[in-house]
């Protein structure tokens, strides 16, 4: 009989891929083209821009993100701002009609269909050579725009994505989201120098108005519109650039269950979207990097954290269960504190400790690249301890749900 | 050949550098801990012959103030804690481990017997227990009645406490183990005083296994 495989075992695989993934990632920050994109600047090119806010129900937000768009560094004449109200039953309607006025802005209201139905009726309100998007909640820096604008330089460009942070993080939960957000940027900013990017997001992406023409008007795309139009022009040959300093901020989940629900509505849609329409991308040599690496990998991440997650689970229950009965009947004043002293000889100093900790460096160093190369201000100190110790126990939670969603054909509301 | 793919190949030459790296520390520290064990071997060596010396010089003064009571108990502890570890990382089958775990019960029963001889000699009642288990699978309650013994030679440290692995390969803890009859399935097993019971239920109950007073006459447990 074969004796027992260590899930320690199981786990040596997966470390392998994310520690090479990390390697890649961290080479490829340092190749030309991820030079040569940090290198860009601002330059005299100002097309017409038409930046659209879809809303539903957003009304202590949307005041502020219309004002941050009005003091972007841009050309009265080419910057047009659509704010459109997805049927919203809060007082969002008053708060809009407020900018109506303005010669820059126009609203629009309509019935509700959906965040992707507000996008394209933005869309059809203008003719802007670049149309960009910015969810409700979020808040643009003055040169954010400024610095998008180069990267549309070649015209295989379809879209641009921004670098993302957290709006003013006040607990634990919004910090550790601030230092995955800011480990994002390093990982868009290089993954878009191989063009390997599959979701546009929607905080301050921008769209080449003939690349949404030849591809189609957005869609539902499983809740998660921003991934499907980012994966059709994949599919149709644009690429996806990525401006690492054009920075915007976005509000976040301030607890956990509401976290798990965001999360798992991100997972289900790359799930359903990356296993069902866009099949044909992964492990496609045609696709490069996103085919060959990024897809699959992120596929094998959302599998092998679940694994990890359940066997790491499993492990702890039946070393609690078996603690509590080999010391059940013991005086608690012996039974709850340890009996030795620090020594070396009972150091747990194994290959997956070691190789745990050298990802979790790597990790670490990529948040500190982040925050570097997008030159976002504030502190990250908190935000990477918490990352580094919370998230990998919460994160499974979220692929677990959106895991089973997907499986059993499960469909929740966008905020559920 | 292409960017990415130059940056592939350079970046699976870094994770093998780096799982590399982690497999030679991870060796070299292991390494580091057959030394340790190869001191212990060595103190186990120093430990028995001090023990036959001593039974050697009772011979001429069988109840010598100075010798009425050896002083390995501590020392047997930490080597029985450094053992399991050991056993528990490179596998009971690990032919040093199984060596060291011989040694070490024989010393054991050298420390049990002389003991028991100055006991005889001077008069002193000191309270021993021979305590058999075995790690092969087969003795659920073992555990709970290792946990058991740690917590009463914490609480009392003149208890004498002996652990043998019932499945060692070594003729004089057999004879032990036939001398006092202890069977295979009746693990966990204690000696105690020289009375031999079998199963663990609960401190209480195995508090109960021990002369009267003799749990009493030792330092009071801590609230």
């Known amino acids: 009989m074969l004796p027992p495989m260590s899930p320690n075992l199981l786990a040596y695989p997966f470390l392998f891929l994310a520690l090479f993934f990390e390697s890649f990632v961290l080479v490829t920050l340092l190749s030309e083209p991820a030079r040569k994109a940090r ?46 109200n997805d049927g919203s039953t809060d007082n969002t309607r008053a708060a809009m009609d407020r900018f109506d006025a303005h010669p820059q802005v126009r609203v629009i209201h309509k019935e509700n269909g959906g965040k992707h139905t507000a996008l394209n009726a933005g869309i059809a309100e203008t003719s802007a050579e ?48 601030n230092a995955e957000y800011t480990f994002g940027i390093a990982m868009r900013h290089a993954l878009a120098s ?25 869609r539902h795309g499983h809740q998660t519109e921003d991934m499907e139009m980012a994966l059709r022009l994949q599919r149709a040959g644009y690429e996806i650039e990525n401006a690492p300093r054009a920075r915007v901020y976005t509000k976040s989940p301030d607890t956990i269950p509401k976290l798990i629900k965001q999360r ?55 070393s609690l269960i078996n603690a509590f009965q ?42 500190i690249i982040g925050k570097r190369i997008s030159q976002t201000p504030g502190g990250l100190k908190l935000g990477t301890i918490s990352y580094v110790l919370l998230y990998g126990f919460i994160a499974p939670l979220w692929l677990l749900r959106a895991t089973a969603d997907a499986t059993i054909g499960r469909h929740r509301g966008w905020r559920s | 050949m292409s960017l990415p793919l130059r940056n592939a190949l350079i970046a699976l030459a870094i994770t093998i550098v780096l ?57 047997l502890s930490d080597l029985g804690n450094r053992l399991a570890y050991a056993e528990g990382q490179l596998g009971s089958n690990d032919a040093q481990v199984v060596r060291l775990k011989e040694q070490y019960s024989l010393l054991e029963i050298r420390d049990y017997l002389i003991t028991k001889q100055l006991a005889a000699a001077c008069g002193t009642k000191p309270v021993t227990v021979l305590y058999f288990y075995s790690n092969a699978g087969d003795c659920a309650d073992c555990d709970k009645a290792g946990y058991a013994l740690s917590y009463l030679r914490t609480t009392y440290p003149s208890l004498r406490v002996y652990s043998f692995d019932y499945n060692l390969d070594l003729g004089a803890l057999k ?11 009746s693990l966990p097993a204690f ?32 609230s």
Request: charged share 15%.
């Open chain 2, 19 to 75: 799982a590399g790296t982690v497999a030679y520390a991870v060796n070299y520290l292991n390494d580091a801990r057959v030394a340790d064990l190869s001191t212990i071997e060595d103190q186990l060596s120093i430990d028995t012959l001090s023990l036959d010396t001593q039974f050697s010089l009772l011979e001429a003064a069988p109840c010598d103030s100075a010798a009425s009571s050896t002083a390995l108990t501590g020392e």
């Open chain 1, 39 to 84: 290198a860009r600047r601002p330059g005299d090119e100002e097309p017409s821009v038409a930046v659209i806010v879809p809303c539903w129900n957003e009304e202590s937000t949307i005041a502020a993100t219309a004002e941050s768009l009005l003091a972007l560094d841009y050309p009265v004449d080419k910057l047009e701002i659509i704010l459109v």
């Open chain 1, 326 to 367: 080999i010391r059940s009947g013991i005086p608690l004043s012996y039974a709850l504190f340890p009996h030795s002293t620090f020594d070396w000889f009972y150091f747990p100093a194994g290959s997956f400790a070691f190789l745990a900790a050298i990802t979790v460096v790597a990790s670490i160093s990529l948040i």
């Open chain 1, 130 to 177: 670049l149309v960009g998007c910015l969810d409700a909640d979020s808040f643009v820096e003055p040169d954010a725009l400024r610095e998008i604008i180069p990267f549309f330089a070649r015209n295989e460009v379809g879209a641009v994505t921004a670098a993302m942070s957290i709006h003013q993080p006040e607990n634990l939960i919004q910090h550790m989201q």
């Open chain 2, 175 to 185: 004879t032990l183990i036939s001398l006092d009859k202890i069977k295979k399935g």
């Open chain 1, 194 to 218: 191989v063009n390997a990017l599959y979701v546009t997001p929607g905080p301050f992406s921008f769209y080449r108005r003939s690349a949404l023409e030849a591809v189609g008007p957005f």
């Open chain 2, 191 to 222: 000696v105690i005083n020289g009375k031999a019971s079998n199963g663990f239920t609960s401190l209480p109950d195995l508090e109960k296994l021990f002369p009267k007073d003799a749990l009493a006459t030792s330092t009071p447990p801590k």
């Open chain 1, 264 to 318: 798992t509505r991100w997972t289900t849609g790359f799930l359903r979207n990356t296993l069902g329409e866009y099949r044909s991308l992964v492990w496609n040599r045609r696709h490069g990097v996103l085919g060959v690496l990024v897809l699959p990998v992120a596929l094998i991440a959302v599998a092998s954290s679940i694994l990890l997650f359940t066997i790491a689970i499993v492990r702890t229950v039946i």
